[in-house]
């Protein structure tokens, strides 16, 4: 039995959003075909995901000690730990967000600081940073409108370049 993440990051609800709308018919059908694999959903815009700060780098890198945070920090290390345990316990993961402004939602980019801890989820080697779990398959449906704004012409979508990389 394989456990599949679901992350969905939009605002919209599943009727307005493209994202949305074929995020949820992939789960429909992958639960059709895998009836006993289980599926985790994960609202990024419902969940509290910290941003990093100073108190979260500082524990992340050993320069701080998690009993000598302030209980506020202490909370943000916590959930942020949680984010990234339910993530590596995945099998799978599918993502569903839209592009906003050449990028993703900042509430996935603030998820993905969340997971992106050395050690855990990659490593640094020679070679530059390598995935942990590069035999995890992964999903992503990313809509965007083609609109891109004249002085961005040229520019790619980070979205696409962000979510490559993970
Ligand atoms: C705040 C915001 C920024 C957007 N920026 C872009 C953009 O840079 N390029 C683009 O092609 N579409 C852009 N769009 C359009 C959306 O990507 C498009 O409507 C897509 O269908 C959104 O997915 P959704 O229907 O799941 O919300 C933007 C939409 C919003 C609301």
């Known amino acids: 039995m394989a456990k599949i993440l679901y992350i969905a ?9 493209f994202s949305l709308s074929v995020g949820q018919e992939f789960i429909q059908e992958y639960k059709r075909l895998n ?12 969940t509290e995901i910290p941003f990093l700060d100073q ?10 000690k998690y009993d000598e945070l302030y209980e506020e ?12 345990d339910q993530f590596i316990h995945a099998d799978k993961y599918v993502f569903a967000t839209p592009l906003w402004n050449l990028g993703v939602p900042p509430v996935l980019k603030a998820y993905f600081d969340n997971i992106s801890i050395a050690g855990k989820t990659f490593k640094f080697t020679k070679e ?11 999903y992503a449906f990313n809509l965007r409108e083609e609109i891109i704004i004249p002085v961005y012409r040229k520019a790619k979508s980070t ?3 962000i979510l490559k990389q993970y």
């Open 35 to 46: 009836p006993n694999d289980e599926i985790e959903e994960l609202d990024l815009f419902k």
């Open 55 to 64: 108190a979260i780098l500082g524990s992340v890198f050993g320069t701080v």
């Open 9 to 17: 990051a939009n605002v919209k609800t599943v009727n307005d959003s």
């Open 128 to 138: 530059g940073p390598q995935g942990l779990l590069l035999e995890k398959k992964h």
């Open 159 to 161: 979205a696409f370049l």
């Open 73 to 84: 920090h202490q909370r943000k290390v916590q959930l942020m730990t949680a984010n990234l």
